[in-house]
């Protein structure tokens, strides 16, 4: 009897104990993290994924810079799900999923650079000094990161060590504490990287391309001291110049030759894929893909100086309407480098809005409700192909001596330099200099509000298109004021009377310089404190 | 060890059988002792059998003394008696068929009905095989008590809707358990005319023995099989003409352009459509095109054949069931052909040992264009056109063939004509063995191998299509796309063995049922995926004196699903019951007929659920260094304890039946398998799964049913009425914490909501005019005169989400039905009607919306009519809906303006039917019926389908009208 119930014991546990490992399934495709770390591939990996995921993705459309005028009154994005219209328009709260988008892309991009950080010394490397370079690399994205998440939202989370579930939970740093830390941590990991643009991937960030965007916020968080001297820094640096031809610059003619780019969104960033900038902001044609969806506003086309570089409300030789009603009249040659407009060619075709039967009819979904198209980045030679090669500038030179400018003008020390880095930029862009060059007398009395409408005007001008205006609106204070005006369009006379396409009206409320948190996160993160009015 | 005494038992026993021969002789007869000629008598587990003679005597030759004979005749009742040492054996067979009724499944055993304490209802089969069902699915509606069936389509090759058995208590796939024949197979893959039986486990107690998934409510289908002596050929075919009955009215030509400009106009935008241009559109100058009539180019039809060749000897018996199914779409493209053969034998190896063998196979094959794969596609395109598109360039002189005008680079007429086609594949096979052996009488043990297999592909055709604009130049080019593919296949492996002990005890006073086995199940995908299930479990049901009735069960069960050590759940439940009409003291009431039946039963009991994706606990790091989800390595089982209270009364001469019952479940550790973790976590989805959430349902159910005769008048009257209420108890981990989910913002959880809701705006009207905009304070931005003016709940001036309540959830309440059947001589007449007494539907979508909300231009389509009688307009201040928008607008928040009243109370069926006993000598039973589904509902909804919610346009709901030939051959 004893033995029966030993052998059935046996049995029973034998039964269980196999029952168990038929229960044990785990997931094929699962690996570890020590199974995908292991080697230099690995680090240059890392560093590819963190900048295509969030940077320079060839289709993410929210993030990608030439269409984050959409969210300006630079444009009119038309598409909800890119996640720039209802920014734009002012149809946000916290349940707007751009909010949740855009923090937990950054942030968890952080947290996962935290780890790669925290275990870069793991990967087998012949050279050290290829490890150094990739980690700083790593730094450097991570304070790309903060500096972003900070502008946006004021107070976040600053972490900078793995965290497990507990520790991802962190109360926010004000925007004070933040950039304390984050300024000169990120100044140190500029100076560490190598100074010259790497052969292979011009996408990485090296010495001056960081110390660029550490300048362009110094400028954005009103550091107007640093973000002179930084821009005085990289000018010094000799290694950038202005491209001879502005138009040249947004086309297969020189995206690739130019020495301005300083920051560049190359091919070797997307593992040479196909960049879509002709699909995303060109007007459908025949068979071309062309799908308008940033395109100009009216507010941007009348931005544009007259050839003699004054507004066009205050030019001696044409009135504002005549201007409205032919933008192309005495204008600063930056617009048709930078804008289609009814009348022109696209392609072989002259651009009909009007006209039901044509594609670029303003009312078809394809086509643009303003009537204007961005001319940057749509190059004919992708019309008919499926997909473009073209480098796109994060940051170019011409910001940096516009930011000298500016950080001159802000402090009130509108010295030679920053004078010759405006007449810089006006020359290159064709500007009848004999009127437009800020050295001559009728500058001279020029006060410093009238100073700092100049450079606003210049720096929309220059970089229209090119995802730099939001941030300037923001840190302007002017949004309320831009943002709470109608989407206008191409204005043209019908029966004697001027009419003008309206796409929407938009609203900024005094709260929205800072975004909401989405409902997501304030519950997934209870520490989060919502920003005013949301 | 046990197996091996267990197979050397059965050795023994196939040994024995070769023993010495022996003649039998008797007398077959009826219960009143009058001889039965031509009746059959078998020797079981071989091929020996004879006919009784004109006088009911037979002669028999029996190889041993174990025999068995099985005595048959149509008309009466099988019966089985052994030999053992007798040499004369007279048979009385009992007139009539076994009455199924008395008889439950409940899962790996059947108990007596009256034996039963736990919550079990049964399908009428018989209703539901009359009537032309082309999914099993849809038998559901109207036919058992809290058994819901919302219908949400009709479309060719799909599944017609969920089942939904006492509310949902979960927050993964809430689909009920369905075994076939003791495989976990889905409604889907049964034909209805081969279904025998239907039993729906809807309590703990007696869901338990499913404790895996039971906590959906167990669905339990037997399969129809031969009966030994009666070879016979069943024919059933019905054919059916579908007529849509939800199709949208939008606004003609000439009024979009109006409608459009008038939008245009209140927004500040130039008016798109010139006068001249609505005149030309109104005039019919330029026509109006109804683009759903474009699309809908024939009538669908439907057709079911089902043959059934079935029969038995000693041997055993078989029966092959042959089904096809065909459904054609609403042009000459769609449609689904299901061809289906499924063989059910009986094996008698010995007269103690029997082995069911099925085998079932089918295949699926859909027909869907390849513009628009999934079926609705094609519809949802129409809707988003308008009355003044054309879809044909008018005569332009540029001698185009087919000169379609693409609107946002679509149309639909193209989609149909070139856009090619994509054909579906699918195809299911299933083995089936189940070898029983009776050691005793009492005692039985059975075993149950099962496999399963399904395989798909699918194949697309387009040939190369051009298009070009008005002035004939190439817009847009279909290029040729041929090719095909393999999707992942997938086996399931079953093995069961169960030992079942049927006694009486006390000297019939009493009787028990014990049922012990143990499961392991098995499924495995072509990609490597893999899930393992292992069981054990036991039932007790003792009956004590037939007055009182105790049934116990216990279940365990591991799943790979789930963390190590945290696999195996344990799941008992008990139920008591009570048959008051077999106390003495009610016997007076039960003799008079006063009384019949009166049963009151109770029980409790905790179930389980692991219906989620496997490897969701696991650390995922993918080849790019992301971990892809939080792991979790105490994931595990959701739980419910439930408890059930039931009363059956059978009264007046047994012509009146009541039941009632009340019942709440109490759900627990339900998962949440996308639950946000911190981005700082650095993971790919920010998800976790973890158990999370409590949720109670509770609900009653009440049926009726009168049947009476009066002379060759038969008929009889049901109704029943139910409702659930669903509460979320917990929305996190602690009691405060709220949920809310990121793939649909409109919906909250939080304690006293229920688990599915509208989470919105109330609203107060429509802004007047601007001046009522601008002294509003709490609005939001670019609000316009007759956009909906929200409650500022809180009052702060600002508009946001803690405004937002909860306005209702989208589950039927007060679900009634009623079904009445009438007999008179040779015609039978039959309806079903089906209501929901309370629903918050939500106008979603264009059903709602005067333009499709797609996040893009939102500027396309046109408004319903409904919609445009119904506008505000600075005239028509006190309307239902908002003014007329185009493009980004504030009135598409989920607001109380975007919901309606849902109930409605639908004739299901209507059904009236002739049968013609005999037809020659060879044809019995022939019945022709002509059969309505679903053709007069009585709603006041203000969308298209009260069975479901509104949308963007999906393939139509439809009423079938079909006519129907039953025969049975030989």
């Known amino acids: ?534 | 060890m046990k197996y091996f005494i267990l197979l050397s038992s059965l050795m023994l026993c196939l040994l024995q059988a070769s023993a010495q021969q022996k003649t039998i002789s008797g007398r077959v007869a009826d219960s009143t002792g009058a001889p039965i000629p031509g009746a059959t008598v078998l020797v079981k587990g071989t091929n020996i059998g004879v006919a009784s003679g004109p006088d009911g005597t037979y002669e028999i030759k029996v190889p041993n003394d174990n025999a068995i004979l099985i005595v048959t005749s149509i008309g009466f009742q099988d019966r089985e008696v052994s030999v053992k040492g007798q040499s004369i054996i007279n048979v009385r067979l009992l007139q009539g068929t076994r009455d199924l009724s008395g008889v439950v499944v409940m899962g790996f055993s059947t108990v007596e009905r009256r034996h039963v304490a736990s919550s079990v209802a049964q399908m009428d089969m018989k209703q539901a095989k009359t009537r032309p069902i082309a999914k099993l699915q849809e038998a559901f509606s109207g036919t058992i008590p809290g058994v819901t069936m919302q219908q949400a389509t009709n479309l060719p090759g799909s599944v017609p809707g969920t089942i939904s058995i006492r509310g949902i208590s979960t927050l993964q796939n809430a689909d009920p358990l369905v075994i076939i024949d003791g495989m976990e197979m889905s409604l889907t893959d049964v034909d209805p005319n081969q279904v025998k039986s239907i039993t729906v486990l809807k309590d703990a107690a007696s869901a338990a023995m499913y404790g895996s998934r039971g906590a959906n409510g167990v669905i339990i289908v037997e399969t129809e099989r031969g009966v030994t002596g009666k070879f016979k050929v069943d024919l059933n075919s019905w054919y059916g003409i579908s007529k849509p009955i939800d199709l949208p009215k939008f606004v003609n030509g000439a009024d979009y352009m109006r409608l459009n400009n008038e939008a245009r106009i209140m927004q500040g935008q130039t008016p798109t459509f010139t006068e001249d241009s609505i005149a030309k559109m109104a005039s019919g100058q330029i026509p109006s095109v109804n683009w759903l009539d474009e699309v809908i180019q024939k009538n669908a039809t439907s057709s079911n054949t089902t043959l059934s060749v079935s029969g038995g000897g000693g041997v055993g018996t078989f029966n092959l069931m042959l089904g096809y199914l065909n459904e054609n779409g609403l042009n000459n493209i769609e449609g689904s052909q299901k061809f289906s053969a499924r063989f059910n034998t009986n094996i008698n190896i010995a007269d103690k040992f029997v082995l069911l063998a099925d085998f079932y196979a089918h295949r699926l094959q859909v027909d869907r264009l390849y513009a628009n794969d999934d079926g609705d596609g094609l519809y949802s395109l129409a809707w988003r056109m308008n009355a003044s598109q054309q879809v044909y360039y008018p005569n332009t002189g540029l001698n185009i063939d087919e000169h379609y005008q693409l609107h946002n680079n679509l149309n639909p007429v193209a989609s149909i004509n070139r856009g090619g086609t994509k054909n579906y594949l699918h195809d299911w096979s299933t083995i089936n063995l189940r070898p029983k052996y009776h050691i005793t009488k009492n005692l039985n043990i059975e075993g149950n191998v099962s496999y399963l297999i399904t395989k798909s592909a699918e194949k697309w055709e387009r040939r190369t299509f051009k298009f070009y604009d008005g002035n004939g130049k190439p817009v847009t080019t279909w290029g040729n796309a041929v090719d095909a593919t393999q999707n992942v296949s997938r086996s399931q492996l079953t093995s069961r063995l169960l030992v079942n002990y049927t006694g009486n005890l006390r000297g019939s006073k009493d009787k028990i049922y014990f049922t012990t086995g143990a499961e392991a199940m098995n499924w495995t995908y072509s990609n490597f995926t893999e899930i393992s299930k292992a069981s054990f479990f036991g039932k007790l049901n003792y009956s004590f004196d037939n007055r009182y009735i105790l049934e116990v069960t216990a279940r365990g069960d591991g799943s790979s699903k789930f963390a190590p050590n945290n696999r195996w759940g344990f799941f008992p439940s008990a139920a008591l019951a009570w048959n008051a009409s077999n106390e003495s003291f009610l016997q007076p009431l039960v003799k008079s007929g006063a009384i019949n039946n009166l049963k009151f039963r109770a029980s409790y009991g905790l179930i389980g659920n692991e219906n989620v994706d496997p490897y969701l606990w696991e650390e995922i790091v993918n080849t790019w260094g992301w971990t892809m989800r939080m792991p979790n390595p105490n994931f595990s089982w959701e739980k419910q304890k439930q408890w059930n209270v039931g009363m059956e009364l059978t009264t007046l001469n047994n012509r009146l039946s009541l039941g009632a019952e009340v019942y709440k479940k109490h759900s627990f550790d339900l998962i949440y398998d996308k639950f946000p973790v911190p981005p700082l976590t650095g993971s790919y989805y920010l998800e976790s799964a973890v158990n999370i959430g409590e949720v109670n349902n509770k609900g009653f159910e009440i049926s009726a049913n009168w049947s009476d005769k009066i002379g060759d008048f038969t008929y009889s009257i049901g109704g029943m009425l139910f409702d659930n209420k669903n509460e979320v108890l917990k929305a996190g981990y602690k009691a405060t914490d709220t949920l809310i989910f990121k793939d649909n913002t409109d919906k909250i959880w939080y304690p006293g909501v229920a688990i599915d809701n509208y989470y919105g705006y109330q609203s107060n009207g429509y802004f007047r005019d601007q001046e009522d905009v601008d002294k509003t304070v709490a609005k939001l931005p670019n609000t316009l005169p007759g956009d909906i003016k929200y409650i500022d709940q809180n009052g702060d001036g600002v508009i946001n989400n803690l405004d937002r309540v909860n306005l209702g959830d989208p589950f039927p309440h007060m679900n009634y039905a009623v079904n009445l059947n009438l007999g008179y001589k040779r015609w039978d007449f039959a309806v079903i009607g089906q209501g929901v007494g309370k629903r918050t539907g939500r106008l979603g979508g264009m059903e709602g919306y005067p333009v499709l909300v797609d996040g893009a231009t939102n500027a396309l389509g046109a408004p319903r009519q409904y919609y445009a009688d119904n506008r505000w307009t600075p005239e028509n201040q006190n309307s239902r809906f908002p003014r007329v928008w185009n493009g980004a607008s504030t009135n598409t928040y989920l607001s109380d303006v975007w919901l309606s009243n849902a109930s409605f109370f639908r004739f299901k069926m209507i059904q009236l039917g002739y049968t013609f006993p005999k037809i020659g000598t060879a044809i019995r039973n022939v019945r022709v019926y002509v059969n309505a589904q679903d053709a007069i509902t009585f709603t006041k909804w203000e969308g298209l389908e009260p069975e479901r919610n509104g949308g963007n346009g999906r393939y139509p709901r439809m009423a079938v009208f079909s006519l129907g030939l039953k025969a049975t051959f030989f």
């Open chain 1, 1 to 534: 009897m004893k033995k029966l119930v030993y052998a059935s014991l046996i049995c029973a546990t034998t039964a269980l104990a196999g029952c168990e490992k038929f229960l044990d399934k785990t997931d094929p495709t699962a690996t570890r993290f020590s199974e995908f770390f292991n080697t230099e591939e690995d680090l240059r990996r890392v560093v590819y994924s963190s900048m295509l995921d969030v940077f320079s993705g060839p289709g993410l459309t929210a993030k990608l810079p030439y269409m984050e005028d959409g969210k300006t009154d630079n444009a009119y994005s038309r598409s909800e799900g890119h996640h720039h219209q209802l920014i734009a328009n002012g149809n946000f709260n916290s349940n707007t999923t751009a909010f949740l988008y855009y923090y937990e892309l950054h942030m968890k991009h952080l947290g996962r650079l935290n780890v790669f950080i925290a275990n870069a010394d793991i990967p087998y490397v012949e050279d050290e000094a290829v490890r150094a370079k990739y980690k700083g690399v790593l730094e450097a994205i991570r304070c790309w990161h903060y500096f972003w998440l900070v502008s946006r939202w004021g107070s976040v989370p600053y972490y900078l060590e793995p965290a497990d579930l507990g520790s991802a939970t962190q109360t926010p740093k004000s925007q004070e504490e933040i950039l304390a830390d984050l300024f000169p941590m990120a100044e140190n990991v500029a100076n560490n990287l190598p100074p010259d643009e790497y052969t292979s991937d011009a996408y990485m960030f090296n010495r001056y391309s960081l110390k660029g965007i550490i300048m362009r916020y110094y400028l954005y968080f009103g550091r107007y001291e640093d973000a002179a001297r930084l821009a005085k820094e990289i000018m010094d640096s000799k290694k950038y110049s202005l491209h001879a031809s502005y138009a040249d610059l947004f086309s297969y003619k020189a995206d690739k030759t130019n020495k301005e780019f300083i920051f560049t969104m190359d091919m070797a960033s997307h593992g040479n894929s196909a960049t879509n900038s002709f699909q995303h902001l060109a007007p459908q044609y025949r068979t071309g893909n062309g799908q308008s969806f940033v395109v100009p506003l009216k507010s941007l086309i009348d931005t544009y100086w007259t050839l003699q570089g004054d507004a066009i409300d205050n030019s001696p030789q044409h009135t504002k309407e005549e201007y409205e009603l032919n933008p192309k009249l005495n204008r600063d040659p930056r617009l048709t480098a930078s804008i289609y407009m009814p009348g022109d060619m696209f392609a072989t075709e002259p651009i009909n809005i009007y006209d039901p039967n044509n594609p670029m009819y303003f009312e078809r979904p394809r086509a643009s409700r303003s009537g204007y198209w961005f001319r940057k980045f749509v190059d004919p030679a992708d019309a008919f192909r499926s997909g473009g090669n073209m480098h796109f500038p994060y940051l170019r030179y011409a910001e940096v001596l516009l930011t000298y400018a500016e950080a001159k003008i802000m402090q009130n020390q509108v010295d030679a330099l920053a004078k010759q880095c405006i007449n810089d930029v006006r020359r290159r862009a064709g500007l009848d200099m004999a009127h437009a060059d800020v050295t001559l007398p009728k500058y001279a009395a020029y006060t410093q509000q009238q100073w700092i409408e100049l450079i606003r005007n210049e720096r929309r001008i220059e970089l229209a298109g090119e995802g730099r205006r939001y941030d300037d609106i923001i840190r302007w204070r002017i949004a309320e004021k831009v943002l709470n005006e109608p989407a206008l369009g191409h204005t043209r006379m019908v029966n004697g009377e001027k009419v003008t396409l309206k796409i929407e009206d938009r609203a900024f409320r005094p709260n929205n310089y800072l975004w909401p948190f989405h409902e997501n996160s304030l519950k997934v993160e209870p520490g989060l404190r919502q920003n005013e009015g949301y």
